[in-house]
């Protein structure tokens, strides 16, 4: 099992920026692939960015694409969602997801989730 803890949500007017950090419990940090995942109020689970295991390859959906950016460290076992010009509409509870690095891009079903953290954008 991977353990994965999400942080850094919270309420933010527009325009603002937030950090979002998922924290994974495996030294093995490095072979997975790492996704962010955000689900609204009567939506379903959207995907939102992806990482190689190595940091080299990055993956964003056109909504977010320019506006966040997904990065990691894996000397501390992190991924971050580095999220800049938020916008109302970004209003949802984001999920971090680990899988075993073995395609790219990565595909959505991902083993291994956080327990989402809140980001409330206010108009």
């Known amino acids: 099992q991977v353990q994965l803890v999400e942080s850094g949500g919270g309420l933010v007017q527009a325009g603002g920026s937030l950090r979002l950090s998922c924290t994974a419990s495996?030294?093995?940090?490095?072979?997975?692939?790492m996704g962010w995942f955000r689900q609204a109020p009567g939506k379903e689970r959207e995907y939102v960015a992806a990482i190689r295991g190595t940091g080299g390859m990055t993956y964003y959906v056109d909504a977010v694409k320019g506006r966040f950016t997904i990065s990691r460290d894996n000397a501390k076992n992190t991924v971050y969602l580095q999220m800049n010009s938020l916008k109302p509409e970004d209003t949802a509870v984001y999920y971090c997801?680990?899988?075993?690095?073995?395609?790219?891009?990565?595909?959505?079903?991902?083993?291994?989730w956080g327990q989402g953290t809140q980001v409330t954008i206010s108009s």
């Open positions: 997801a680990a899988r075993w690095g073995s395609t790219w891009p990565p595909p959505s079903s991902y083993p291994y």
């Open positions: 495996r030294s093995t940090f490095s072979y997975y692939d």
